[in-house]
C-alpha cells in the first residue's frame, strides 16, 4: 500500500515539474514580449511621438511579466524538491522490508519454539490405546513419577470375556469356537451366549508366584487346571471386571 502511495506521489511530484516547465516557458515568452513591447515605447518615447503613459504601461507590463517569469521558475524549483522529498519517502520502503525481514525472522524463530512446546506437550500426556472406563488409580494429581510407574488399571466396557479354568482332563474335549452358555450372578435368571476363543498352552501351576519344586521327591498327583478365555455377548449390559459367572461349554464327546 505505501509502495503505490509512493509511486502516485511520485507520478505526481513529476507532472507538477512538467506544468511548472510549461508555465515557466510561457512566462518567458510573455517575458520577451513584454520586453521588445517596452523597448519599442521607449524609442518611441525618446522622439516624443509615445505618451508618457504609453511608457508607463509598458513599463507595467514588463515588470509583471519578470514576476510572473521569476513566480513560475520558483514553482519549478519547489515541485523538484516536492520530487525529492517524495523520493526520501521511498526511503521508507527499504526500512518497511528490513522490519518485515526482522518480524519474519522473529516469526520463524516463535513457530520453532511453538513446535518445540507442543513436542514436549505431547511428551507429557499419557495416552490410552483405546477410550475405556478407570478401575483403579495408582498415583494422586501433582505427584512425580518416573518411567514404568503404574498409573492406573482401566478397561474397555463394551470388550469383556471370561477367563476360566478348566481340569486336564475335560481339555480334550473343548475346542476354539465352542459354544458357551454364560449365567451371571449379577444378572440371575439371563444367560449370556459366548464362544471360547483361546486355549492357555501351560497349566496354572506354572505361572505360581511360589512354585513347588518338590526337592524330597515325594510327588502327589494333582488334576492340573488349564486357563481358557470366553467372549461374551453382552447385548447392551454393562458387565464389570470381577464379576463371578458360571460357564456352560458345549464339548465334544
Same mark, same amino acid.
Given at each position: 500500500?505505501?509502495? #503505490?502511495?509512493?509511486?502516485?506521489?511520485?507520478?505526481?511530484?513529476?507532472?507538477?515539474?512538467?506544468?511548472?516547465?510549461?508555465?515557466?516557458?510561457?512566462?518567458?515568452?510573455?517575458?520577451?514580449? #513584454?520586453?521588445?513591447?517596452?523597448?519599442?515605447?521607449?524609442?518611441?518615447?525618446?522622439?516624443?511621438?509615445?505618451?508618457?503613459?504609453?511608457?508607463?504601461?509598458?513599463? +507595467?507590463?514588463?515588470?509583471? #511579466?519578470?514576476?510572473?517569469?521569476?513566480?513560475?521558475?520558483?514553482?519549478?524549483?519547489?515541485?523538484?524538491? =516536492?520530487?525529492?522529498?517524495?523520493?526520501?519517502?521511498?526511503?521508507?520502503? #527499504?526500512?518497511?522490508?528490513?522490519?518485515?525481514?526482522?518480524?519474519?525472522?522473529?516469526?520463524?524463530?516463535?513457530?520453532?519454539?511453538?513446535?518445540?512446546?507442543?513436542?514436549?506437550?505431547? =511428551?507429557?500426556?499419557?495416552?490410552?490405546?483405546?477410550?475405556?472406563? $478407570?478401575?483403579?488409580?495408582?498415583?494422586?494429581? +501433582?505427584?512425580?513419577?518416573?518411567?514404568?510407574?503404574?498409573?492406573?488399571?482401566?478397561h474397555?466396557?463394551?470388550?469383556?470375556?471370561?477367563?476360566?479354568?478348566?481340569?486336564?482332563?475335560?481339555?480334550?474335549?473343548?475346542?476354539?469356537?465352542?459354544?458357551?452358555?454364560?449365567?451371571?450372578?449379577?444378572?440371575?435368571?439371563?444367560?449370556?451366549?459366548?464362544?471360547?476363543?483361546?486355549?492357555?498352552?501351560?497349566?496354572?501351576?506354572?505361572?505360581?508366584?511360589?512354585p513347588?519344586? =518338590?526337592?524330597?521327591? =515325594?510327588?502327589?498327583? $494333582?488334576?492340573?487346571?488349564?486357563?481358557?478365555?470366553?467372549? $461374551?455377548?453382552?447385548?447392551?449390559?454393562?458387565?464389570?471386571?470381577?464379576?463371578?459367572?458360571?460357564?456352560?461349554?458345549d464339548?465334544?464327546?
Amino acid at each position: 500500500m505505501i509502495l #503505490a502511495q509512493i509511486q502516485s506521489r511520485l507520478a505526481a511530484a513529476r507532472a507538477q515539474i512538467d506544468a511548472a516547465e510549461a508555465n515557466h516557458t510561457a512566462a518567458e515568452a510573455e517575458l520577451r514580449n #513584454a520586453q521588445s513591447h517596452f523597448d519599442r515605447i521607449a524609442t518611441l518615447a525618446s522622439r516624443q511621438i509615445a505618451t508618457p503613459q504609453n511608457e508607463e504601461d509598458a513599463q +507595467g507590463r514588463l515588470d509583471a #511579466a519578470r514576476q510572473q517569469e521569476l513566480a513560475t521558475a520558483a514553482a519549478i524549483a519547489a515541485a523538484r524538491a =516536492n520530487l525529492d522529498i517524495v523520493k526520501s519517502d521511498a526511503g521508507q520502503i #527499504a526500512v518497511i522490508d528490513h522490519q518485515v525481514a526482522r518480524i519474519e525472522a522473529e516469526m520463524t524463530g516463535l513457530e520453532a519454539e511453538r513446535a518445540q512446546r507442543l513436542i514436549d506437550l505431547r =511428551n507429557r500426556e499419557v495416552l490410552a490405546t483405546f477410550d475405556g472406563m $478407570v478401575d483403579a488409580t495408582f498415583v494422586d494429581q +501433582g505427584e512425580y513419577v518416573t518411567p514404568g510407574t503404574r498409573l492406573l488399571i482401566y478397561h474397555r466396557p463394551d470388550e469383556v470375556w471370561v477367563d476360566a479354568n478348566v481340569k486336564e482332563t475335560d481339555l480334550r474335549r473343548i475346542s476354539i469356537g465352542a459354544p458357551v452358555l454364560i449365567s451371571v450372578d449379577a444378572y440371575p435368571g439371563r444367560e449370556f451366549r459366548g464362544q471360547v476363543e483361546r486355549i492357555g498352552g501351560a497349566a496354572t501351576s506354572q505361572f505360581a508366584l511360589l512354585p513347588s519344586p =518338590n526337592p524330597s521327591g =515325594n510327588f502327589t498327583k $494333582v488334576t492340573q487346571r488349564v486357563p481358557i478365555r470366553v467372549s $461374551v455377548e453382552t447385548e447392551g449390559v454393562v458387565l464389570s471386571p470381577g464379576m463371578m459367572v458360571v460357564l456352560s461349554i458345549d464339548v465334544a464327546d
